[in-house]
């Protein structure tokens, strides 16, 4: 069969989810589906150490369409070279390889970015340990059936596929849990909670001195006065009114492979780049539209901060954010050009990601130590204007009047609640109401929003640890 046969066959089998697309954004089809699959199996494979079998399985699952192509995707895992390769109907192949301290990276014909990434140098944590060397059962029956419930499968799909819970009072692990084949140091993948973490360190910046919120940013592209995109700043990338013309990263379903935005995260080894390059569909600060180039580029903004290169980003992580908060098990991973893909790439122990929720429930600080500049985390946690999901400045918030913020509070969630969201069910909610926080990673299609279960976890847990609770000899 020819290649113009198999690509009309993948146009018919597309158009059924009711999809009308470019003949450019068709031909990008195999390459974006091929590279999202690679990407996820070599970081789930190789770091996270799940079965490649069931990573392509329970991903897929949570991704509305996908059936209809994944049939004909052939995934070769070469555990030997730690890499791996997937073809769409024999087309499109994609490259996924993996560096010790890196994860993976796709591989576009060109060679990555050399990095030596500098020694590990254990620093005392700055936050107290907040945990032992076991699992945290919880003691309150209340809490224990809320993780019950969480970690329970409907009779009939969309099933949850939760991976990891763990709750956080008052600066102390409550209750966790873990489904098979993951422990407590196992990383797992935030997809875009990453998002958060980039904010995070993009705060730092701003806290140094080396990046300022209001100002428009330093890429060399936009600095000529006539360029309209001179104008956009850290805000508005932070919040997603940059007005760059990349599609959105809202959705995770078929219909996600037609999106600029994932042409630049699975087919170009330089993300910023390609980002940078894109020119605006509304003036900056006018529109809100969620998409991962905003956070690519501010992602190259910390790398040349850090000094330029992968390794400067890490020694910098690590210093200023990983270390201080104890966060021992976390794999960033970056692009062929040596850039963070800070837009959904980073792996942590759902340790780690309840060691980084911590932070924002202690105003970023850390040991007497101001982690974050002052008011931070109050700006993070602000709600962004026409934002109908309800986000803030790298983080979802139930801050202000948003459709998402009242959804969430009539469905149980405190007014005062934010969070790390990343794609297909994972969490990292901040209550500071109840001095209380939780993490929720696994695979969950996000439609419909209470797929996942995270609206009973909320409540249930809300519950099972609030002070009434604790009265009547809970946690």
Known sequence: MTRRKLLLILAATTALSGLVWSAARAHD???????????????????????????????????????????????????????????????GRSHAVYRDGLGCTLDHGEAPADVALPPASPQPALLPDITGPSIVTPQNPQLAAALDRAFAEPAQPPFRHTRAIVVMKDGHIVAERYADGIGIDTPLLGFSATKSVVSALVGILVRDGKLTVDQPVP????????????????????????????????????????EPVNRMKFMESDMAAYAESIPLESAPGRVWNYHDGNFIILSHLLRNAAGGHAADVMRFARRELFGPLGMRNVVLEFDAAGTPEGSSQMLASARDWAR??????????????????????????????????????????????????????????????????????????????????????????????????????VRDVVAATSSKATLAGGN
Not at 29 to 37: D, I, L, M, S, Y
Not at 56 to 83: C, N, Y
């Open 356 to 457: 980084f929720g911590q932070l924002y429930l202690n105003d970023g600080m850390a040991g007497g130590k101001h982690i974050l500049p002052e008011g931070w985390v109050k700006y993070s946690a602000s709600a962004t204007p026409n934002a109908w999901v309800g986000y803030g400045a790298g983080f979802w918030t139930n801050h202000g009047d948003s459709h998402g913020a009242n959804y969430r509070i009539t469905h149980g969630w405190p007014r005062d609640a934010f969070f790390a969201k990343g794609t297909i069910g994972q969490y990292v909610i901040v209550i500071p109401s109840e001095r209380l926080f939780i993490v929720r990673l696994g695979r969950s299609p996000n439609w419909p929003v209470e797929a996942d279960g995270v609206f009973d976890l």
């Open 29 to 91: 089809v195999p390459k974006v589906a091929t590279g999202f699959v690679a990407n996820i199996i070599c970081s789930e494979t190789f770091v996270t150490g799940l079965e490649p079998g069931r990573i392509f399985s329970e991903t897929m699952e949570a991704m509305p369409g996908t059936s209809l192509i994944t049939w004909a995707m052939h995934t070769q895992v070469d555990r030997a070279h730690k890499d791996v390769n997937v073809t769409l109907f024999g087309l």
């Open 219 to 258: 890429i060399a592209a936009w600095q000529n006065q006539s360029d309209p995109r001179h104008a956009i700043s850290v805000d508005q990338l932070l919040r997603h009114t940059a007005g760059l013309a990349l599609g959105s990263s809202l959705q995770a379903s078929l219909a996600s492979v037609l």
